[in-house]
């Protein structure tokens, strides 16, 4: 896991370096959202937050089955696939980065969605206002390390006709012509260039989570015996002595490594009692060893699910003395959840609603609305003024 040493910085003065000249460097690096997303990675719980937003964001896809449906790219993706991209970019990161193909006429006849760490913003211009922006797809793959600077400049988001056919004419061509790129933060306000995604506030609970899965690991494959030292006289060795004793404490004690090896009987023969007083058995791991690790488990997953603002029993965190959540706790989770997330697919809404206005061909519904449906887990009756009973959707 690559850790993130201290807090990437990704303010308007920045002290690190950038891939490319002329491009604001995204964190120590400028790896800044490669890093974050191998601490989220190595974290159970983030992962399981992460994952649990974007299920919520996206929902069951865009209400309007037709809109849904529209194919908005060569690749056959359709706009329900955009949006569910987009959730993840926003899950993960808090942005959303979209690249938006033109025609002749300056209209939209492309959209994809684009990994948000992949994205790197041109230094403003000497107004202090943001122009374009570069793609780096090869930046954190260890295959093409000497592509990591290759990248496509784009000029950010602005459909209007106008503009976009000036574009064209000043790269000589619809041919030359790459598009544009929307990079909209949906996190909080801030003067950063650059989102600053809300789990990087606890990104030491999440590495510590990491480190507990890893002693996780080596208590198992040890055996589970207690850390410690062994000492010993050192062993006399005389001049004819060539190869290393196969036999000696060092070696045997190595034999007893390993979970298949963990638990067996290693005898130690002195020949007398003065060298047996001298070797003997340190323990290093502390008393109350289970107690500390588990509070600290706990603690940490708690601090990692409440920066994610996913309720505990989202995400399978169960209560003291591991009492699973209630089938009404969960339904009222599912229901924080889905106002939790109600302002980002809010402004997943908006952005399309801006950018179909100026897609190629009419839609196929006359009144547009890009509103997304929510995951449907519970159902509630209600009454009616007639005295029945109607089931709503949650």
Known sequence: MAKIQRRPQAKKRLDTKPTVSGFLPYGRGDMFPQDFKDAID?????????????????????????LADMIVNKDGETLDSIVDKTGWNISEGEVITLHFGYNGLGQINSIRAVPWEMVRLLEPDENGKLTHAGIFPFLDNSFKKDKKKEHTLLPLFNPDPEVVLSQIEAVGGIWNYYGQLLYFKTGKPSSDYYSRPRLFGTVKNLET????????????????????????LKKRSSPSDEEEDEDDTTSRLEEHQGGVNGGK?????????????????????????????????????????????????????RKQGGIAPTGEEMKVASQMMMQAVNKEQRQIDQVLTMVMQYWHEPLPVAEPKFEIQNLNYFTDQVAQPDGNTATINQ
Do not use: C, M
């Open 265 to 317: 009987i290693l005898v130690f023969e002195a020949d007398n009692a003065e060298e047996l007083e001298a070797a003997n058995f340190v323990p290093t791991t502390g008393a109350g060893l289970a107690d500390r690790y588990n509070a600290t488990n706990e603690r940490v997953a708690q601090r990692i699910a409440r920066r994610s603002r996913v309720p505990n029993e989202i995400i399978n965190i």
């Open 42 to 66: 190595d974290s159970d719980t983030a992962s399981a937050a992460v994952e649990a937003r974007h299920d919520f964001i996206v929902g069951n896809g865009l209400d309007v089955e037709e």
């Open 209 to 232: 989570e990491k480190e507990l899965s890893d002693y996780d690991f080596s208590v198992s494959v040890n055996g589970f015996n207690i850390s410690g030292i062994w000492k010993q």
